[in-house]
């Protein structure tokens, strides 16, 4: 992180130590912190499952070690409009959105920012792995030094205005030294496990968690040649690839003893198409298309040649942008990309320059 001249910096406390480390640093290097906590989801508070409560209590102990005032902030009503709705949406019409990126677009550094300028404040800070260069209007947003917690991906969707306000004091920290400081600062949350839940969802079981919202609709889960090899409880549970919990993997159709894995959704029948082996050919696309882009700065350039990811925790895969106009991009990959699924996002870079990217059609 570029050193800045001491400022009001709101940071973003999210009760993991991410972004206790994140005040920590700012604090440590001179800047007035402020810590505000965001609820972005009310609906069940009382359920045992639903982690805010704990949460907040965590931020509050890490505030109270670090000397810094903190405030409760209550987003959960533009999370229903301008997340949960689209969230709703895309399982609606058989896709399989990423909440985390519009959450990052809409609510983290757009609510929170709004929030922390009435606040005075110079900066917005969160415990993102990644890294911010140069300045506005040509600022870049790069992966983080730690290529395993990089969390560019999803900050693709972030625009000028967002980032010149922005800062990641761990894009140059490997996580295990994050915990280091931590235990060295005497943050009470040194240990405390990452969460790997959905931003609003948190670890509860996800497929009782779209039941309360969406009816199940059981159908059939056949091979592409139409046959009926079991039934599934809605196509909103799956996503293209999975393999495990389709319930058929004792079920011989194909090659003796291959896994068999979502491959594809006919939402005119209801039916979830499942195909056997790891590479079977409806697994496997040279060519994604994206609509809805987002540029971080300049597009990139129709005939050129960069790496892309099309979901999160992917090896960085060499392409070529084939077509690119304002609404809608086609990439042709070296190598053929395993089970791309339609409502994730495809994001691109240039070395470690993250250029944005596109929803997956």
């Given amino acids: 992180m570029s050193k800045i001249a001491a400022s009001k910096i ?18 440590q290097a001179g800047h007035e912190v402020v810590g505000v906590f965001m609820k972005n989801w009310e609906a069940d508070d009382l359920d045992e499952d639903c982690p805010i409560a704990q949460d907040y209590r965590d931020v509050l102990a890490i505030a109270e070690v670090l000397g810094i005032e903190v405030e409760l902030v209550n987003f959960s009503r533009e999370y229903q409009d301008r997340v949960f709705a689209y969230f709703l949406a895309e399982y609606q019409a058989g896709r399989t959105p990423n909440p985390d990126v519009l959450c990052n677009a809409e609510i983290k550094f757009k609510a929170f ?48 205005h967002q980032i010149a306000r922005a800062l990641f ?51 059939n889960m056949v091979t592409p040649e139409g046959k009926i090899m079991g039934r599934h409880q809605g196509l909103m549970f799956h996503t293209l690839g999975q393999r495990k919990g389709l319930g058929i993997g004792g079920v011989k159709g194909g090659e003796e003893g291959e896994p068999w894995f979502a491959a594809g959704k006919n939402l005119a029948r209801n039916e979830l198409i499942v195909v056997q082996g790891h590479e079977h050919p409806l697994l496997l696309s040279h060519v994604v298309r994206a609509a809805d882009l987002s540029w971080i700065g300049a597009p990139p350039e129709a005939g050129k040649r960069y790496t892309a990811k099309t979901r999160y925790r992917q090896q960085d895969a060499t392409c070529e942008v084939q077509t690119l106009s304002a609404e809608t991009m086609t ?31």
């Avoid at 496990?193 to 079981?205: L, Y």
Wanted: aromatic residues 8%; contains cysteine.
């Fill in 10 to 27: 709101v940071v973003g406390l999210s009760g993991g130590v991410d972004s206790a480390v994140t005040a920590w640093l700012l604090k």
């Fill in 113 to 160: 920012l709004e929030h922390a300028m009435t606040l005075g404040a110079d900066f917005i800070a969160t415990g993102h792995y990644a890294r911010l260069e140069g300045e506005s209007p040509g600022r870049r947003l790069l992966k983080a030094a730690d290529a395993n917690k990089d969390q560019s991906y999803f900050l693709y969707r972030l625009q000028q």
């Fill in 169 to 219: 004091p761990l894009g140059e920290l490997p996580k295990p030294k994050v915990r280091e400081l931590a235990r060295q600062a005497n943050i009470p949350v040194a240990e405390k496990k990452d969460s790997t839940g959905i931003c609003f969802i948190g670890e509860r079981p996800f497929r009782e968690f779209l039941q309360r919202y969406m009816p199940i609709q059981p159908g």
């Fill in 331 to 361: 990439l042709h990959f070296d190598q053929p990309q395993w089970a791309v699924t339609p409502g994730q996002s495809v994001v691109l870079y240039n070395d470690d320059i993250c250029l944005g990217g596109g929803v997956i059609q």
